[in-house]
């Protein structure tokens, strides 16, 4: 069998229902227009019923669905047994008629929610969920659990700023100029993939050297830093003393420094400190405490960290 294309110039670029779906189902994600924070599309309606809101817009496999400008009322069977059931309230593609419709799906009783049909192919039905109706034995009313299925959001590629200004909740983007990944959670664009590859942070400060760099690594906003060797090249000192290493504004700790243990020739220990980008020392390494004085040839030898950016 010869291939073919949906609209088809050979064919009046006439497109019948079953080549709209197989266009369209992948043009929005099967879902509500919305995310969870808006108000319950299904709620409890009068007796055994469950009313759907007004103004609620979807798609099932491409096909556009609205609820109208007024409540649409699902009426559900009585429970004639002791035990409870559990019904779903959908949205139904029907290929017979190829029209989207809110429905009912009748559980049985005490056993738990019925399955849902997604026929695939040229003919059947196709639902989605939209809330849980449980209905208990001899009951005159309904309660109801929102289960409502959201079309998602794409990811977008954009620039570090160019992000969308007017993002919806669950928007993705990757940042062509970062090789950052953000999602938007409401309130601001957080990180969720990031690599910097290795990155020496070392910076020359007198009376010190390095016999091994200091080296970080950021992935997926956790910063590990592998503290190198220092040798003090100087006369002596007891008082607090910069190291020479500085760690770049983007992977510095926002408002709270870190600590390292360093361990000091003669078998001692210090304390050392990596300071927060609000400090008046931001990004810089400093061994704020240790034993004994320091002397020409001692060696610093700190032990690794992490802390998280975004």
């Known amino acids: 069998m010869a291939d073919s294309s949906q609209p088809d110039p050979a064919d009046d670029r006439e497109v019948t229902d079953i080549e709209y779906e197989r266009l369209a189902a992948r043009f929005s994600d099967d879902g509500v227009y919305g995310d969870p924070t808006d108000p319950a599309v299904v709620a409890p309606g009068t007796g055994l019923s469950v009313d759907i809101r007004p103004d609620v817009a979807a798609s099932v ?3 556009g669905w609205y609820s109208g400008g007024t409540a649409i009322t699902v009426p559900l069977p009585a429970n004639v047994s002791s035990q409870a059931r559990i019904d779903w309230i959908v949205l139904r593609l029907d290929r017979a008629t190829w ?3 809110a429905a009912a799906v009748v559980g049985s009783p005490g056993s738990g929610a019925p399955s849902l049909t997604q026929q695939t192919g040229d003919a059947g039905v196709y639902e989605i969920p939209l809330a849980q109706a449980r209905v208990l034995g001899g009951a005159s009313s309904v309660t109801v659990e929102r289960a409502e299925l959201y079309v998602g959001a794409r990811c977008r590629p954009c620039k570090s700023t160019t992000r969308n200004p007017y993002p919806r909740l669950g928007e993705a983007c990757f940042e062509t100029d970062t090789g950052n990944m953000r999602i938007w959670n409401g ?17 020359a400060i007198s009376s010190w050297g390095i016999e091994a760099d200091t080296v970080l690594e ?12 220092y040798i ?8 607090e003393v910069r190291m020479p290493a500085l760690i770049p504004a983007a992977y510095r700790p926002a408002t709270r420094g870190r600590v390292a243990i360093a361990y000091i020739t003669g078998g001692r220990v210090g304390r ?3 300071y927060a980008n609000n400090t008046s020392r931001p990004g810089q390494v400093w061994l704020t405490q240790y034993v004994g004085d320091l002397v020409k040839g001692d060696s610093i030898l700190p032990g690794d960290i992490s802390w998280v950016v975004d």
């Open 187 to 203: 309130q601001g664009w957080r990180l969720v993939y990031s690599e910097s590859g290795d990155t020496v942070v070392n910076s």
């Open 232 to 239: 003090r090249t100087g006369g002596r000192i007891s008082t």
């Open 272 to 274: 050392l400190q990596v």
């Open 218 to 229: 950021q992935r997926n906003g956790m910063v590990s830093l592998r503290f190198g060797v």
């Open 61 to 63: 496999r491409g096909h």
């Open 99 to 101: 029209a989207v419709t």
